[in-house]
């Protein structure tokens, strides 16, 4: 397992161009390594930011997103085409401006959708879709070259928050009830699906998020605080603005 790296750029906007480059980069290597690439996306308005960078960036055209699987790390349980839906916002970001092929884009499940006005169901069946995609001789996942997650101001990372039944599912994918921040109901992958992936970016801006930053580094319990619990194969970058980074450990600032 890896140990967190931390970056910080000057404001949201340059945080919001750096990760963009970023990802970018991250997908041409995983595409030269092993021919095709995957990213996790999530919600919130540092990501929709990244989205928005991608699309902005001429160098992301030197990525073949044909072969770009794009899967979600949480996502808000709401009919198809919802302005409040992660997958809503990230299709008008960036993905709709994508030759993207559509058998490899794999939205979380709508309250319309084919299971149903039941989160739970729904869940299931993410989580089938996810063991569909596994790779051969490996667990019931698929392989994620970089997962992408905004940080709460209680420190919640996609839809996990802190002291929430959802610590205690051991299945790939949970359904989200009574979560703090509106909607109450959502689907999550867990903590423990989110650490299979190779990479694992948490993106953040603003001092509303610094002291949740401050304390996952410092080695805060996953439980009390999600995003202390997160953790990449090879890699956990922390991905920060100034303001975000203000209570950030020393032993980690000379890693700016
Ligand atoms: O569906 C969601 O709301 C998210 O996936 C959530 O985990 C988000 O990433 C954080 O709350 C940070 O959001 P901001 O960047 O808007 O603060």
């Known amino acids: 397992m890896s140990e967190a790296s931390v970056a910080v750029h000057a404001d949201a906007d340059l945080l919001a161009q750096a990760v963009a480059a970023r990802l970018v980069v991250r997908l041409l290597d995983a595409q030269a390594e092993r021919g095709q690439a995957s990213m996790v996306l999530t919600g919130g308005r540092i990501a929709a930011a990244v989205y928005r960078a991608v699309a902005a960036l001429p ?36 993905l709709d401006t994508l030759p993207l092929d559509p058998a490899r884009v794999h939205p979380m499940p709508a309250s319309d959708g084919p299971t149903g006005d039941d989160p739970e169901a729904g869940a299931a069946a993410y989580a089938d879709e996810l063991a569909r995609a596994a790779r051969p001789g490996h667990a019931a996942l698929p392989h994620f070259d970089v997962l992408m997650l905004g940080v709460g101001e209680d420190g919640h990372v996609a839809s996990v928050f802190p002291e929430h039944p959802v610590h205690h599912d051991t299945r790939p994918v949970s359904a989200v009830r009574g979560s703090p921040k509106p909607p109450p109901v959502r689907t999550t992958l867990t903590l423990p699906t989110i650490n299979t992936a190779e990479e694992v970016w948490l993106v953040a801006s603003g001092a509303d998020k610094a002291r949740a930053v401050g304390m996952a580094l410092a080695g805060a319990g996953p439980v009390q605080l999600p995003a202390a619990g997160v953790q990449g194969v090879s890699r956990t970058l922390w991905l920060l603005d100034r303001a975000a980074a203000a209570e950030v450990p020393p032993r980690l600032r000379s890693l700016r």
């Open 59 to 94: 160098a992301r055209d030197a990525v073949d997103w044909s072969r770009v699987d794009v899967w979600w790390g949480d996502e808000r349980f709401l009919p198809a085409g919802d302005p409040e839906r992660n997958e809503t916002q990230a299709r008008a970001a960036l």
